[in-house]
Nanobody
Framework: QVQLVESGGGSAQAGGSLSLSCAAS????????MGWFRQTPGKERERVAM?????????YADSVVKGRFTISQDNAKNTVYLQMNDLKPEDTAIYYC????????????????WGQGTQVTVSS
């Protein structure tokens, strides 16, 4: 069973920075992608960024990130990171790490494995 353990997050002032990390374990077969989603109360979980293991290609949700967030990975550690800069109060959410083992999961957000979530709070 794939397990994802997130760390980081917390609180920041608007304009500040935070970083998240997520370590994966328990893969029965190769990892295809890892990424980040976020969710606020009453809203659907939205995709923030995804990075693919094989070629390190990246898919950002431009409407969310707008050049402020950077996703990266360390394949040797099965870890993905999210550096968040120029934070805004609207970035306040629970951030979830996700991983997929097949491309369809990575493309369509189906059958993904999920972390427990970590709170990010940005104050104005």
């Amino acid at each position: 069973q794939v397990q994802l353990v997130e760390s980081g997050g917390g609180s920041a002032q608007a304009g500040g920075s935070l970083s998240l990390s997520c370590a994966a374990s328990g893969y029965a077969r190769g990892r295809m992608c890892m990424g980040w989603f976020r969710q606020t109360p009453g809203k659907e979980r939205e995709r923030v960024a995804m990075i693919y293991t094989d070629d390190s290609s990246i898919d950002y949700a431009d409407s969310v990130v707008k050049g402020r967030f950077t996703i990266s990975q360390d394949n040797a550690k099965n870890t993905v990171y999210l550096q968040m800069n120029d934070l805004k109060p609207e970035d306040t959410a629970i951030y979830y790490c996700a991983a997929g083992t097949i491309r369809r999961s990575c493309l369509y957000n189906t059958g993904l494995y999920w972390g427990q979530g970590t709170q990010v709070t940005v104050s104005s």
